[in-house]
Nanobody, 126 residues
């Protein structure tokens, strides 16, 4: 069992940055691949970024590649999403997710993940 809590969301102007954090409790994150997803108002939840258990492999949706960076700090049991050059289209509730596995899997598929946080709101104004 693992519990995930997101933080760091807020309201910013386009072009600015935010750093989201996902803190875990119950178990260490070192055994989990981690992902970030987001859901905009009236839209379905979509994949944003993922990182392997070791942190050696990262994956991004094309719309955020080059602007967002996912990282993990297993010693502190946290995962981060650094979001730079934010655009109004990035406005959404951002969710952290964990997948307990030692095998490769399709990181962009939300139904592959075992645990989810409650989300943190990110609003980008123009």
């Amino acid at each position: 069992q693992v519990q995930l809590v997101e933080s760091g969301g807020g309201l910013v102007q386009a072009g600015n940055s935010l750093r989201l954090s996902c803190a875990a409790s119950g178990r260490t994150l070192s055994s989990y691949a981690m992902g970030w997803f987001r859901q905009a108002p009236g839209k379905e939840r979509v994949f944003v970024a993922a990182i392997s258990r070791s942190g050696g492999q990262t994956y991004y949706v094309d719309s955020v590649r080059g602007r967002f960076t996912i990282s993990r700090d297993n010693a502190r049991n946290t995962v981060h999403l650094q979001m730079d050059s934010l655009k109004p289209e990035d406005t959404a509730v951002y969710f952290c997710a964990a997948k307990s596995t030692s095998y490769t899997f399709p990181y962009s598929r939300g139904n592959e993940y075992d645990y989810w946080g409650q989300g943190t709101q990110v609003t980008v104004s123009s």
